[in-house]
């Protein structure tokens, strides 16, 4: 404001169209990232296996999957035991991986939070609520928080479009 009146004098209406000029340049940044239906599909999808992901992770603290006479035994032709579904289980896990740096990325905890209590609600029972927020909140910065997780996957090429 200060360098405004420096500039401009103290004449009220320049100060507000230089307000405004900035205002329109700063908004134009952020309608090139205004998200389609087809990117919030493809965001809602990157965080379900996000989701499934860290809802099935628990640390090998088992006992391991072959007797210990048959650890050391090589398999015949390759890996028999990599069948489709493990071979996809592998990538989701990368993907995950992937997908959680972004979601540490974001600013503030609170949308990390709202994706997670959104994704909870959506892929399993519907009980899960905030007690800080309503549900339109809850909705509106779950919405916020897929924006600017936007550009991040992007970043990380994890967004086709």
Known sequence: MALDSYFYGTDPMLILQRKQERQARSGNRTEQTKMTQDQSREIEELLRIW???NRLYGLALGA???APYARETPPAKGNTHDDSEVVDARLDAELADAIEWCLDALPHQ???SAIG???ANKHG???FRSNRYT?????AMYQEAK????PLL???ELMRT
């Open 110 to 112: 609170k949308y990390r």
């Open 125 to 127: 029972p519907a009980v």
């Open 154 to 156: 992007r970043r990380r």
């Open 135 to 139: 549900t339109e909140q809850h909705h």
């Open 147 to 150: 924006q600017m997780l936007m």
């Open 51 to 53: 989701y499934e992901h």
């Open 117 to 119: 209590l959104s994704m």
């Open 64 to 66: 391991p999957r072959a």
